[in-house]
């Protein structure tokens, strides 16, 4: 069982990394359509940057399974305030990105309470994978 256990926690944080690897790339290669949410709410364009940078660093902590709990916290509270630019009632695409970045929070607060897992590049110290 517990190599059932080690295998979902590594694809689980692949998976989630794959979404900010994902996000990294979009944002880099049109940062446009992110910027317009940006807009749209008041908020400067040029907060897309930080974003595409943390975007990257996250993702690859979570891949590596470094510092995993305090990243996958960081990731949920950068989801949690990012569905913000999603809700957008007239617009069913927007509410479901709106949702999905809620499901992503519960997967980093999963993330945030139980670490990296057994398999990861650097053991933590401190509790902090």
Sequence with gaps: MRHFEDSAV???????????????????????????L??????????????????LVAAVALILGI??????????????????????PEDPWQISIFVKNWAIVGGCLVLAAHGAGRWRLHPGRGGLS
Excluded at 11 to 35: S, Y
Excluded at 69 to 85: E, W
């Design 38 to 55: 940006l807009a749209m709410r008041g908020w400067p364009g040029w907060l897309i940057w930080p974003a595409t940078v943390f975007n």
């Design 10 to 36: 590594l694809l689980g944080r692949l998976f989630i990394a794959m979404l900010f690897v994902a996000g990294f790339v979009q944002k880099l290669g049109d940062p446009g359509p992110a910027t317009e």
């Design 67 to 88: 510092l995993v709990r305090p990243v996958a916290l960081l990731l949920a509270v950068y989801c949690a305030v990012t569905s913000y630019f999603h809700f957008q």
